[in-house]
């Protein structure tokens, strides 16, 4: 091989790693930034929900959030439904519980394929011996460029 085509070889690959470094840094920036906005979307929603004069669940407050998504709504609606048919009692499905935590804390968020899962950790008896944390998963959906509340999934009691 002549030196000549070996330095061109050799630029040719320098470059297409280059390009691929870049493409590489662009695509964690991207995902990186998605996390932020997906976990900023869930903080919001339930600092919203939490400041909600009255009680959230029950007067269906997430019907006027623009965070969620109309799945969300819709099946919302239809565990307060089948709650009201099965008589009093029940927790509020936002919350996964029937009572506000002492603390709220607010977690980072993963992307995947479209989705994204925010962890949102409610303290009970926050700062004593008997302190207990509840991590809730809000799965986000991306819809026309927004991130958006598609679920919210309890822990396992």
């Known amino acids: 091989m002549s030196k000549k085509l070996s330095l061109t070889v050799l630029v040719s690959l320098l470059v297409i790693a280059l390009l691929a470094t870049g493409y590489l840094a662009l695509q964690t920036q991207a995902a990186e930034r998605d996390a932020a906005e997906a976990a900023s979307v869930s903080e919001t929603f339930y600092r919203w929900y939490l400041a909600y004069p009255g009680n959230p669940f029950a007067e269906q407050a997430y019907r006027e959030s623009p965070l969620v998504t109309a799945d969300f709504v819709a099946e919302m609606d239809a565990e307060i439904e ?70 919210i999934v309890c822990p396992l009691p």
Request: with cysteine; net charge negative.
């Open 82 to 151: 089948a709650m009201r048919a099965a008589g009093p009692g029940g927790a509020d499905l936002v919350l996964c519980a029937q009572d506000i935590p002492g603390e709220m804390r607010y977690g980072t968020a993963t992307v995947e394929e479209g989705k994204a899962t925010a962890i949102v950790q409610e303290v009970w008896n926050p700062g004593t011996t008997y302190e207990q944390v509840h991590e809730v998963e809000v799965i986000l959906e991306q819809v026309e460029g927004e991130w958006l509340i598609d679920d």
